[in-house]
């Protein structure tokens, strides 16, 4: 198991930007593939962004592809996500999770570690 601390969140105008970070501790962070995820209330957590362990490839929901940055840093057991030109729809609680099989797939089945999460207000 892997433990996961989500930091970086907060109240921010739109148009502006944010970078969220996800410590990981207590598992073999390099090898996992991660991922971003964001929740509403009432809704189903959401597919924001993954990387892969292997060779850094990414992937974006529709939504976010072109503003929102997924990167990663394995000497520090670190996972980023980089989000520019903030829109209030992108309101949410962020979580980051581990992929550890290897999936690279959207839906939130495939992942085993969740942080609590981190509170991102966008206002208009």
């Known amino acids: 198991q892997v433990q996961l601390v989500e930091s970086g969140g907060g109240l921010v105008q739109a148009g502006g930007s944010l970078r969220l970070s996800c410590a990981a501790s207590?598992?073999?962070?390099?090898?996992?593939?991660m991922a971003w995820f964001r929740q509403t209330p009432g809704k189903e957590r959401a597919f924001v962004a993954g990387?892969?362990?292997?060779?850094?490839?990414?992937i974006y929901a529709d939504s976010v592809k072109g503003r929102f940055t997924i990167s990663r840093v394995n000497a520090k057991n670190t996972l980023y996500l980089q989000m520019n030109s903030l829109k209030p729809e992108d309101t949410a609680i962020y979580y980051c999770?581990?992929?550890?099989?290897?999936?690279?797939?959207?839906?939130?089945?495939?992942?085993?570690?969740w942080g609590q999460g981190t509170q991102v207000t966008v206002s208009s």
């Open positions: 999770a581990t992929d550890p099989r290897g999936a690279f797939r959207r839906e939130t089945y495939y992942y085993r570690d």
């Open positions: 207590g598992g073999t962070f390099r090898t996992y593939n």
């Open positions: 990387i892969s362990w292997s060779d850094g490839n990414t």
